[in-house]
């Protein structure tokens, strides 16, 4: 699979039918931005509500809460070959199952209400809780393998004392659960292999001679035929692996001829012993989790109840908020690590990254980094979604160094591709002083640096200060009218250069103006004001989410999209409207 081209929800939650054009890259972190309302959970649920007979909604998740909408998403591949294909889930279908292992992550805290009668009145208290999450669904029963040295010994003939005691291999939790999961388990009743480990042991039971002896006759006249099998190669490669080995290269290869024939004696036991195993494993992983991060006095770790291991969180005001969260979110992390086990799995983190603070998000990132690394280590591919509303640009200084944006919110920008391209040149050599003086921040002089645009061929009608300021003009007064056809860089410029202008505006001496203009970065112009007694509003400063950003976009990103969904804010619109005012 070369990529996921589509994904289409129809009818779920708020969504009626949206196709997001995404192009997935397996094994990079995909951060699918939108603001809230927009429908991200909507999209999150389609995935969390599939099993493997459909997408089975709640009476709440369907389309307009009516149940006569039936819910379906579709998922448009393509394939290494560049064919495309699209796999489907309905109501009472689901096609995807057979092509990814999914698993949601989303939010872990619910509310919890109570209820007391005090004097014939009720009262109720709340408080907020982590749910107690379900590591494992079920707790399989304790299993072991019918091994006996003695026994082993008996089946195998004359020579048995070449077998070495293997009481530690079949107690190894790793090695087994490798073992059945890794290894195709079915060859080993292949005529051909079973047939060939049987005329192993026939022949090394025709020798004479003292184990050593045996052991370099079969080294030298029978091993090579048993090297044939590969299967019993691999066997021999785990023993290595796990540090089990017996000894001597044909001890091992007698040990894999062992297993095999321990194995074909109860299937059912060494396959129920591999599950117990793969539990006892995974356990110890959530054991060792909780170990590393626990460190309030609240003991959290897990527990068997009821046939399941959960762990249960208390209340939240008793427990740290940070450790909480990163706790809570790698505990579902190992979860999906286990349950994710097919050849191509899809991810979805909903909004879990927005209230991390910043130490355990750089630990959530460490960790999906990791999942990512042991896919690709087992040639199968990931596809993690990380949706969020929060600026992508959040997320810059930390562990994704590979992270795709998509923003799920297409804004159509009508960009003024002259400014734009002034914008991009900003720190060239050429122009960055007189940019940065003259241009993009206040200043009563007007230059024109015409030689300089020509050696960048920028436009020549935006050479001087006061033309580049005056072109912004009309962009405001779009803003103003609600027009859609307004360039949001002009717009955001505009801004800077008004709260600037107004903050010089109120200074009272030239001396005091003077080292205003000459003063770097608005914030610090507008502290500088306020120092000399300025009054200087909130929203100057509040404002600045606009006009830091835009004045350093960078070309072939999407930076339009985050720009106008905060320019289209109600808000926002208020207090630049109250700035120009």
């Known amino acids: 699979m070369k990529r996921i081209k589509s994904i289409t929800v129809e009818k779920v939650k708020g969504i009626e039918q949206k196709t997001f054009d995404l192009n997935l890259i397996p094994n990079k972190p995909s951060i699918l931005v939108a603001p809230n309302g927009f429908g991200k959970s909507s999209f999150t649920t389609a995935f969390k509500q599939l099993n493997s007979n459909g997408i089975k909604l709640d009476k709440d998740t369907y389309f307009k809460n009516d149940e006569v909408n039936k819910p379906k998403l579709s998922i448009t591949i393509v394939n290494d070959d560049d064919s495309e294909c699209v796999i489907n889930a309905e109501e009472n279908l689901n096609t995807v199952k057979n092509e990814f292992d999914i698993f949601v992550i989303n939010n872990l805290l619910i509310p919890k209400h109570k209820k007391m009668t005090f004097l014939g009145n009720t009262v109720v208290t709340s408080s907020i809780e982590v749910s107690p999450i379900t590591l494992i669904d079920k707790i399989p029963a304790k299993v072991t393998i019918d091994y006996s040295p003695a026994s082993s010994k008996e089946a195998f003939g004359k020579n048995s004392k070449i077998l070495p005691n293997l009481t530690s291999v079949f107690s190894h939790e790793d090695f087994i659960c490798e073992l059945v999961y890794s290894t195709d388990l079915s060859k080993f009743d292949g005529k051909k292999m079973s047939l060939g480990v049987k005329t192993f042991i026939d022949e090394s039971n025709l020798l004479d001679g003292t184990k050593e002896e045996l052991l370099s006759e079969i080294n030298t006249g029978l091993l090579s035929a048993l090297k044939y099998f590969e299967n019993v190669n691999e066997i021999v490669k785990l023993i290595n692996k796990h540090g089990l080995s017996s000894g001597s290269e044909v001890e091992n290869y007698i040990a894999a001829c062992e297993i095999v024939a321990v194995y074909k004696r109860n299937k059912k036991k060494f396959e129920d012993s591999a599950k117990y195993f793969d539990y006892l494993i995974e356990k110890r992983d959530y054991e060792d989790l909780f170990s590393s991060f626990n460190a309030t006095w609240k003991c959290i770790k897990p527990i068997e109840s009821d046939g399941c291991l959960i762990v249960e969180f208390p209340k939240a005001n008793q427990i740290s908020n940070g450790e909480r969260d990163v706790i809570t979110f790698l505990s579902y992390l190992i979860r999906a690590r286990r349950k994710l086990r097919k050849q191509n799995a899809i991810l979805i983190i909903d909004e879990v990254f927005d209230y991390l603070d910043d130490a355990n998000l750089i630990t959530a990132q460490y960790f999906i ?213």
């Open 369 to 581: 980094t990791q999942m990512i690394l042991d896919f690709k280590k087992d040639g199968r591919q990931l596809f993690p979604l990380i949706m969020t509303h929060l600026n992508p640009y959040y997320f810059k200084n930390f562990c994704f160094k590979d992270q795709k944006i998509h923003y799920l919110e297409k804004n159509v920008a009508h960009i003024n591709r002259d400014i734009e391209k002034v914008i991009f040149n900003r720190e060239n050599a050429v122009i960055k002083a007189n940019l940065d003086c003259y241009f993009l921040h206040h200043h009563t002089t007007d230059i024109d640096i015409e030689a300089d645009f020509t050696t960048l061929g920028l436009s020549l009608l935006l050479s001087k200060s006061a033309d580049f300021k005056n072109a912004l003009s009309p962009e405001i007064l779009k803003y103003h009218k609600n027009k859609t056809t307004l360039d949001p860089i002009s717009v955001c410029l505009a801004v800077r250069l008004k709260i600037e202008q107004k903050s010089y505006d109120s200074l009272g001496s030239p001396e005091e103006k003077a080292e205003f203009i000459t003063t770097r970065k608005t914030v610090n112009k507008l502290n500088y004001a306020e120092e000399k007694g300025a009054d200087i509003p909130d929203i100057y400063y509040l404002l600045g989410v606009l006009y830091n950003d835009v004045a350093h976009i960078r070309p072939n990103t999407d930076y339009t999209t985050p720009i106008i969904s905060k320019l289209n804010n109600l808000t926002i619109r208020n207090m630049i409207t109250k700035l120009f005012a």
